[in-house]
């Protein structure tokens, strides 16, 4: 079965800093990727996804993710954190057919807080 | 586009009491999805429609929970009675395309459910 692991569960930056947010999966063969951002009292939003080509992918809001196959990672950064990067990042991984269809399986989220 | 739509987007009900959360999709989508999120379990598939006919209901915790989607604009998810423990945000999302995982899912902004 398909799963994503978030390791870090609260990450604190400071304005400017640059940010990194793990998550590692498991898949049996090359996976579909997201990572989704939740600010407060919202819903998701994606940032960025992966399914093939590149394994470097850029997203919105100057976030990019690189997918490394070795490592079952897929790794969030940002060279320059502002203070509305604030929020909850999800990273999420697809494609094991169940019941019929490709389904997407989110991990446990990370809360980024950014200090002035 | 308004984007998911999603009512109420805060509930306070009583042990026991039925309650109904509605969803309108993006007009167009074929694909809708109904999550929960605790802090507990993360976000969770409850169920997953395919032009309105459910096709994976395997993460609907109980009986007390049903769910429908009559039309291509309307879904709604139903707990009977309901309980302390059904309280979390509630989300609903929808994408275009059945088999295309990589296709974005996009989220309503919610509606949060405490169950007294």
């Known amino acids: 079965a398909q799963s994503v692991t978030q390791p870090d569960i609260h990450i604190t930056v400071s304005e400017g800093a640059s940010l990194e947010l793990r998550c590692n999966y498991s898949y049996g063969a090359t996976p579909y990727l997201f990572w989704y951002v939740q600010s407060p009292g919202q819903g998701l939003q994606l940032l960025l996804k992966y399914f093939s080509g590149d394994t470097l992918v850029q997203g919105i809001k100057g976030f990019e993710a690189e997918f490394k196959r070795s490592q079952s990672s897929f790794n969030l950064r940002k060279p320059s954190v502002h203070w509305s990067d604030a929020a909850e990042y999800f990273c999420a991984v697809g494609g094991t057919r169940s019941g019929g269809y490709q389904k997407v399986t989110f991990g446990t989220g990370t809360k980024l807080q950014v200090i002035p | 586009d308004a984007g998911v739509i999603q009512s109420p987007r805060h509930e306070v009900t009583e042990m026991g009491q039925e309650v109904t959360l509605r969803c309108k999709p993006i007009?167009?989508?074929?694909?809708l999805f109904w999550y929960r999120q605790t802090m507990m379990r993360g976000l969770e598939l409850l169920i997953y429609f395919n032009n309105n006919v459910p096709i994976d209901d395997s993460g609907m915790p109980e009986d007390r929970f049903s769910a429908k989607m009559p039309n291509a604009s309307f879904s709604t998810l139903k707990i009977q009675p309901s309980e302390p423990r059904d309280s979390a945000v509630y989300f609903c999302?929808?994408?275009?395309?059945?088999?295309?995982?990589?296709?974005?899912?996009?989220f309503g902004p919610g509606t949060r459910l405490t169950v007294l």
């Open positions: 999302a929808s994408r275009t395309d059945r088999d295309r995982v990589d296709n974005e899912q996009f």
């Open positions: 007009s167009g989508h074929n694909s």
